[in-house]
């Protein structure tokens, strides 16, 4: 049997995974929190074997929680459970150690087995077909972000913006808060030397970044 702990601040979910979970013989739920700080607290005492996890909660969201994980629990097989289908947020919770990625509306028989491939060892990440306009190649946009000293979270909040996204609507895209999202905001105006959103537009199309 091995022992389950599940992190969500949405407690019908919770209970839902307990209904189903609880049925099955080897598996035991051992903990939950509803928050990643709580969530970090109660890991060296809970020893799980898999850990079911959101990415947006309260206080502390997944993906720093994530962070803190594989440096103070590298050996804990992490299984995100989400409802974005973003293609760039499986890779990027995939660079940071977890094990699995699955949308939380997937059938109780896919949940099962992908926890149990988990457990064994195996890793699982679904796959899900890009919202964003991509750059002309992989080789440019390593290029494009080395010039200019962006990152590939600010890269895409760059193209978000050029959709006309707002800062909230960022946040909940990206699973952060809006407070980073204008701090990101910040930075990408700093380090292009822009004024404002439009001008903004502008050099992303002019760069071939973003065709609108």
Do not use: W
Request: hydrophobic share 40%; charged share 20%.
């Amino acid at each position: 049997m091995f022992r389950i702990y599940i992190a969500d601040d949405h407690a019908i979910l919770i209970d839902g995974l307990h209904a189903i979970l609880r049925e099955e013989p080897d598996m035991q739920i051992i903990g939950t929190a509803g928050d990643g700080v709580t969530l970090l607290q109660q890991l060296p005492a809970a020893q799980p074997d898999v850990l079911l996890l959101d990415l947006n909660m309260p206080r502390l969201d997944g993906i720093n929680a994530l962070q803190r994980i594989g440096q103070e629990h590298p050996a804990l097989k992490v299984l995100v459970l989400s409802n974005y289908d973003q293609p760039e947020l499986v890779k990027e919770v995939q660079a940071l150690g977890a094990k699995g990625y699955i949308l939380k509306n997937s059938p109780r028989h896919a949940l099962l087995q992908t926890i149990r491939l988990i457990a064994a060892g195996g890793t699982y990440f679904q796959s899900f077909h890009a919202d964003f306009t991509p750059p002309p190649s992989s080789f440019f946009l390593d290029d494009f972000m080395r010039k200019y000293q962006l990152t590939r979270r600010e890269v895409e909040i760059i193209r978000l913006v050029c959709k006309e996204h707002t800062s909230k609507e960022i946040a909940d895209n990206l699973f952060i808060s809006e407070f980073t999202v204008q701090t990101h905001r910040r930075n990408i105006m700093r380090k292009l030397d822009l004024k404002n959103a439009t001008s903004l537009i502008l050099f992303a199309q002019e760069q071939g970044l973003y065709q609108g």
